[in-house]
């Protein structure tokens, strides 16, 4: 957990009011969550914390790149992601969440906000991996799969769709 130790804001002495902060994201973070779909990206979360008296809001803003594999062509692709989401974080004895609120224990000298980023990346992840590719050079797609996929799409006939083509409904 070394590899995350920059993300965790220290909370005493902080004053009331809008801070700032900018975490960059990359393979190092990923390796520290276990079993992570993702093992490396370049992404950059942006944290606006406005401190108040007995709550603290949390607003991400992250945008960047996961490397994944493409789910048309199976090439190795840099696949934008952006996010942004709001916690909300309160003082209480027992710390814990329910959902919408992060609680925690009111003498915490610190918070760590590495795996709100990690969970949010995660979840804006789209669950078929792929995008419009065309404006890059070169592009990243595997042409010898396009091809077979093109081809093998142009002269196959799904005998199943062609029967519910000449169905006729009253």
Do not use: W
């Not at 950059?44 to 493409?70: A, P, R, W």
């Not at 190795?76 to 989401?85: A, G, H, Y």
């Not at 804006?124 to 890059?136: D, F, G, Q, R, W």
């Amino acid at each position: 957990m070394q590899a995350l130790r920059q993300f965790s804001i220290p909370l005493k002495g902080l004053k009331n009011g809008i801070h700032e902060f900018v975490f960059h994201i990359n393979k190092n973070f990923f390796s520290s969550f276990d079993s992570s779909p993702v093992n490396n990206g370049q992404l950059e979360t942006k944290l606006n914390l406005e401190k108040k008296s007995d709550h603290i809001i949390l607003d991400f803003f992250t945008k960047g790149y996961v490397n994944t594999d493409c789910d048309r062509c199976t090439a190795l692709i840099k696949l934008p992601v952006e996010s942004d989401f709001e916690a909300i974080v309160k003082f209480r004895e027992e710390p814990g969440d329910d959902g919408d609120v992060i609680y925690i224990q009111v003498e915490e000298h610190q918070i760590n906000v590495a795996t709100l980023i990690y969970e949010q990346i995660i979840l804006s992840i789209p669950l078929i991996k792929t995008y419009n590719c065309e404006s890059e050079d070169p592009k990243p797609c595997n042409e010898k799969v396009l091809s077979i996929l093109t081809k093998d799409s142009k002269k196959s006939t799904n005998p199943i769709g062609e029967a519910l083509k000449n169905l006729k409904i009253d």
